[in-house]
Structure formats: C-alpha cells, structure tokens
C-alpha cells in the first residue's frame, strides 16, 4: 500500500503529477477539488454551497470535505493505494484523515510538497483561467486571495507531516518529467 499526500498551493502542478503518478503506482486519485467541481456540476445542495466560497477563493467547511473522502475510502477498499490532491489542506484534517486510514490500518506513506514562489503561482492560476472556465482561476484578487489562504491555513500541514518525519520538498519548477523523477525518487526512499 502507497499513501501519498501531494502538497503544494494553487497551481504548484499537483493535478499534472497527479496523472503520472496514478498510471505509474497504481493509485486511486482523490482530490477534493475535483470532487466539489462534480458535485456543482451535479447541482447538488452541498455543491451550491461549496461553490459560494470555492469563488471567492475561499476553503469549503472542513467536515464537508472530510466527509467527502471518507466516502471515496469506503467505495475504494480494494484499492492498492491513495493519492490526495488538495487534501488535507487544514491540520483538522490531516488528523481526520490520519483517524479514517487507521481504520484500514494503511498510514500515510509520504507527503511530498512542490515548491513554487508566489508570483509563478498568480502567473499559472491567470493563464489556467484563460482555458479552464474555472472562476477561481479567472481574476487576480481571487488568485491572490487563494494563495493567502494556503500560506495561513494549509502550511501548517507540512509541519504536521514533518513531525512525523513523512514531509519531503522539491522544486515545482522545472520541466514536468522532471519534477516527477524527483517525486518518485521520494516515494522510493519513504518505502
Ligand atoms: N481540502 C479542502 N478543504 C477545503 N476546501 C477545499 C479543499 N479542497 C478543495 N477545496 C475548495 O476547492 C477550491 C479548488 O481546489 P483545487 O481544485 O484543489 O485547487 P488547486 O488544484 O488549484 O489547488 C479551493 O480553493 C477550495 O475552495
Ligand atoms: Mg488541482
């Protein structure tokens, strides 16, 4: 079993690598991002309400997104092992997450963090804006205010993992395949 958190703010690549690394370990992708996206798209009476705060920029109530992946873990019980992208992005729930794998007996492999400065960051979000009809990626405010809210509220889930001795960083800049050589080079050494 392979449980990796794939760290990083707003546009740092974790959606790209995500891809790679799901073919590659065999992995079920999670990511919470994705999960409200289709649940708005469904019309559902918690995507009408996630979609309020997700435009502006802002975090979904952690007991929704914590209840969202305890589902995907139930439904996926037979799977060989978990990406999370775009979770946990507060400490509450890192310890949810941390209570739910104890369950399956199955911790946290690893947390491998992209690092990318703030200014990459504004220039990635407005250029994915450009194509992903995403409102959160349109305006500079809003991308702005989504990197303010990582750096308050999710950094402190590096230093978590970090007490554990789970936490790796690595460069998110740079060439793509690149990136992911390093971040395997991290799952093996965790293994
Ligand atoms: N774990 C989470 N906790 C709270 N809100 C979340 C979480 N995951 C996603 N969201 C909401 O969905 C929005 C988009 O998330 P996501 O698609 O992961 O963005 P990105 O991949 O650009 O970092 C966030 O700004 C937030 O409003
Ligand atoms: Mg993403």
Redesign the pocket.
Known sequence: MLNLVLF?????G??TQSEKLIRKYNLVHL????L??SQIAAGTELGLR?KQ??DQ??????E??IGMIDNKLRENQAAQGFIF??????VL?AEALDQLLSLYKAPITIMVALVVNDEELIRR?LK?GETSG?P??RDEATARR?VS??NKETMPVADYYGQQGKFAAIDGIGEIDDIFQTICQKIEESR
Do not use: H, I, N
């Open positions: 990083g703010p707003p546009g740092a974790k959606g990511s919470t991002g994705d409200l996206r996630a705060l997700m920029g802002l975090l979904v109530p952690d929704v997104v992208d775009g979770f946990p992005r507060t729930q979000l994915r995403r959160d990626d989504r809210v990582y």
